[in-house]
């Protein structure tokens, strides 16, 4: 298992790191394909966490909890539902979501996040894992209210900042079953495991894989569990997942 990051240092220019007994080791070079380790460390208290990496898409999964499904009474998907965020929705795993103006129904969704570390086209499932860089955690953040309304799911699930991603990216774990949780105000308000997806990780891979092409750093968001909720202005977020971290986000006004 290792576990990378993406920081900023005083320069403000992000690079990545590997993280060891708390201290960030600057690596250079792509850590999809090939990279060094050098010996100029961060302590990881001392530094800025940006969003673990700058996929070219990231590919959302609805209603992929068995959970989910039996609290709100829906129908079993059949296949998985599938939509699009854009990469300009990613913040940091600690900056703040912003609450906009066109909308009044905001909700979150904490969802084990895939980060693709090769080229995938038609890949199938017994495969799939096998094109998995690493996991890190997601808040699928959407306007309910905008959801829909004018057509697909891209103005409600489109706004800036509305995915926060991280802290880290944590290779060689298995994404079959991790505890997954959100706390709103210290409050849990979702608690479940990745092993009630309907859809598994290697079947998602394969799946979407078919339809388009993945590339190295892009991002599969799974689902989240029952419990997700609507957000107010002031609230503070902590999505976990185990064996990867937390990430923490203050809602603020637009």
Known sequence: MEIFVKIND????????????NQVLKVNGD????????????????????????PSKIVGIGLNYKDAVEKTNAST????????????TIIGPYDPIIYPAMSKVVTYEVELAVVIGKKAKNVSEDK?????????????????DLLGKYGPWDIGKGFDTFLPLGPYIVT??????????????????????TCNMIFSVPYLIGYVSKIMT???GDVIITGTPAGASELKIGDVLEGSIENIGTITNKVIGG
């Open 128 to 144: 799939a894992l096998d094109y998995v860089f690493g996991y890190t955690i997601a808040n699928d953040v959407t306007a309910k």
């Open 31 to 54: 850590i999809f394909t090939e990279y060094t380790v050098t010996e100029e460390s961060y302590p990881l208290d001392e530094i800025k966490l940006s969003a673990p990496c700058e």
């Open 77 to 88: 998907p059949v296949e998985p539902i599938v939509f699009l965020k854009p990469p300009t």
């Open 214 to 216: 993945l590339l190295p």
């Open 10 to 21: 005083k320069t403000h220019k992000d690079f990545f790191g590997l993280l060891e007994n």
């Open 172 to 193: 060689g774990i298995d994404p079959s079953k991790l505890r997954i949780t959100m706390r709103q105000n210290g409050v849990t308000t979702q608690d479940s495991c």
